[in-house]
């Protein structure tokens, strides 16, 4: 590889899995109160997929040629000037420039200092780039979004995926009843996650038997079986439903307002403060990580058809290193 060069996940054009290759890009340089990283190892999220596919966050990043992917996790290799939180030698994790280009499907990134934190000291590199973008859409969705207190009923729709199982563990953490939708080989699981109750959609709808909730994380949206719809059913009055994967269509908003209840559409940010909490939580035994396969970069497009084809349990994540 030639000097100022880095391998990365390129695609030139929208499509399929097969648009994504790895080419040697230039590696970037740190700004003023930005570091640069080397990442070993970087998440795969729903969001990466879609925007390949020209949906997604595509309409922010624009058109291609980019390089995909947010959630990293590396050590800080050099830091530009006004750097204070971190130097050299640090292992970090994040979600940074979020929904801008971060190109986190490299081998190095930069971003600013503070939209990074100290990843956990007690998992991985693979298992912390897991975290940042699932964990964070999970805890600003329940924390800052829902305000959700002990003793309110909360229902997550595809609670074992990626946002679902650190939604799952947050609510608990939180002191929540937790109602989970999942199929019916993920059960067990999610109880052992703290789920108090599990709901196979596969067999029940889930507007039959869920009652008296105040919060819904719908991580499913109106797409598939209109989830969100029927998910104001379920809510008391002025309960929230957080629209996580579509937002508030006006169809939505309407149905709500007429129900008594309320909608509201979420978009995750970057948050080191939050990351931090987060990775207290991870060491201290409190959040599970969980990762179901971890491929090679240059496996991207195999990750992606993994993850557009089949119900995960957990997270999907690219190696960067050999």
Do not use: C
């Amino acid at each position: 590889m030639s000097a100022g060069m880095m391998r990365a996940v390129v695609q030139d054009g929208f499509g399929g899995p097969e648009v994504l290759r790895v080419e040697q890009v230039p590696r970037p340089e740190p700004l003023p109160t930005e570091v640069l990283v080397r990442v070993h190892a970087a998440g795969v999220n729903p969001v990466d997929w879609k925007t390949r596919a020209g949906d997604g966050i595509a309409g922010v990043l624009g058109q291609p040629p980019f390089v995909l992917g947010w959630d990293v996790s590396g050590v800080v290799e050099a830091v530009g000037f006004g750097v204070t939180t971190l130097k050299a030698g640090d292992e970090v994790y994040g979600m940074p420039w979020f929904p801008r280009s971060a190109g986190g499907y490299a081998e190095y990134v930069t971003a600013p200092a503070r939209q990074f934190a100290r990843k956990p000291v007690t998992v991985g590199h693979e298992q912390a780039a897991a975290v940042p973008l699932a964990a964070l859409t999970a805890w600003q969705a329940l924390v800052d979004t829902a305000d959700l207190r002990a003793g309110q009923r909360v229902l997550i729709h595809a609670a074992a995926g990626g946002v679902g199982h650190f939604a799952v563990q947050f609510a608990k953490h939180l002191g929540a009843h937790i109602v989970a939708t999942a199929g019916v080989g993920r059960h067990a699981w999610l109880k052992e996650l703290g789920a108090d109750e599990v709901i196979d959609y596969t067999e029940v709808r889930f507007e039959d038997v869920a009652r008296d909730i105040d919060v819904v994380i719908d991580l499913v949206g109106d797409t598939h079986d209109m989830t969100s719809l029927r998910s104001l059913q379920v809510l008391r009055p002025n309960g929230l439903l957080v629209a996580i994967p579509a937002g508030v269509s006006p169809e939505l908003a309407a149905a709500a307002q007429a129900r008594g209840v309320q909608v509201t559409p979420f978009l995750v940010e970057p948050d080191a403060p939050a990351l931090t909490r987060i990775a207290e939580l991870v060491d201290a035994g409190q959040v599970v990580v969980e990762v179901e396969e971890v491929f090679p970069l240059e496996q991207a497009a195999r990750a992606h058809a993994r993850g557009e084809n089949g119900r995960t349990r957990g997270k999907l994540v690219l190696r960067t290193t050999a």
